[in-house]
């Protein structure tokens, strides 16, 4: 993803003007938050199912939901990042129980003229990527041996940098349960990943 002002980090201030405006009728808005937060939610997904195409998949029914819904957000109670993720992961549970139907493009929807630019591997440097080729491999091999439970949370936890509260808002535990359950894939992916070398 091209450094630009939709890839750098917005403030929760620049964030409700895009809700406030999206609420107004705003195409443009939608369009807006969806290219500031696709890639996180993206990583994120991706990071739980480990396939790319049920991956887009996922952000695009998340961020439809959420767009819908927009007027039930509340600022007060969590980040629009987190409260972004807590849809996701729900949808992500859903794709895990489910195949579903071919899905319309988010960016055809909102009458965006692009797809937006979800982090590609083959962009990287070469030689970090053929330096983290390896052990990239390995934690992602380990990472999908973890069960559900335990591999949503150490995502939330490793490729996102949540907190344990973070964690337990986003999937519906108390944060004692979010820090045991990091600590368990932390375990096992130590474990699986010394048995794969």
């Excluded at 993720?85 to 992500?92: E, G, N, Q, Y």
Aim: proline share 4%; glycine share 8%.
């Amino acid at each position: 993803m091209s450094t630009t002002a939709a890839s750098r980090v917005y403030t929760q201030r620049e964030t409700l003007t895009l809700i406030q405006q999206c609420l107004a009728g705003e195409q443009s808005a939608y369009a807006g938050l969806y290219r500031v937060y696709a890639g996180d939610v993206y990583r994120l997904v991706y990071g739980m199912l480990g396939h790319r195409e049920d991956a887009e998949e996922v952000v695009q029914d998340a961020f439809v939901y959420a767009l819908r819904n927009l007027g039930r957000y509340d600022p007060g109670r969590a980040s629009f990042r987190t409260w972004l993720f807590t849809i996701a992961v729900s949808r992500t549970r859903n794709k895990r129980r489910r195949r579903w139907l071919p899905t319309i493009p988010l960016w055809d929807l909102l009458q965006i003229n692009e797809a937006p630019a979800f982090p590609d591997e083959s962009e990287r440097p070469a030689e970090t990527a053929i330096e983290g080729a390896g052990l990239q491999q390995a934690v992602r091999a380990a990472v999908s041996q973890l069960s559900p439970k335990l591999r949503d949370a150490a995502v939330l936890r490793y490729f996102e940098g949540l907190t344990y509260r973070e964690i337990g808002e986003i999937l519906g535990i108390p944060h004692k349960t979010a820090e045991s359950r990091v600590r368990l894939a932390h375990q096992a992916l130590r474990g699986l990943i010394g048995e794969m070398e």
